[in-house]
């Protein structure tokens, strides 16, 4: 039996308990990637996954197989990213512009540079008398 056949026979053979810690251990390491999330939030995601990878090459028989499928896995979401990120630019999706503000400034040394234009008179309609507004 060859190494990759006993990889495949080890990951057949899988049960709820490996495939969660797998689960768990590349959900984490995805967030912990994450730029998008808080420093903290992204140490704890990180913690977690080589906690559960950790744990999943223990409960893999044996233990070697955890390790290669651990390492085979990682390998496989960076090429993933990799790829995404080649095609987003390809696509020009990476080049970023100056976001342009549509509403004027409300910052102080914004309003000290610039006037700002006064705001034109509501005009008012005489108050009716004599009638209730609703049957106008």
Known sequence: MSVADGLQHSLAGMG???LALAFVG??????ALNGALGARFRGRAAVTAVLAAAAFC??????T?????????IGAMGLFVASVW?????CG????????LETPSTF???LDAEPVPAPAAVAMRPATT???IHSA
Do not use: H, I, K, M
């Not at 590349?26 to 967030?31: D, E, I, R």
């Not at 955890?66 to 896995?73: E, I, K, N, R, T």
């Not at 080649?86 to 390809?90: C, D, G, I, K, T």
């Open 16 to 18: 709820f308990t490996e």
């Open 26 to 31: 590349l959900t984490g390491y995805a967030l």
């Open 58 to 63: 223990v409960f893999v028989d044996p233990w």
């Open 65 to 73: 197989y955890g390790v290669v499928f651990v390492a085979l896995a």
């Open 86 to 90: 080649a095609v987003s630019a390809l």
């Open 93 to 100: 999706f990476g080049a970023r512009e100056t976001p342009v």
């Open 108 to 110: 102080a040394e914004d």
């Open 130 to 132: 004599g009638r209730p």
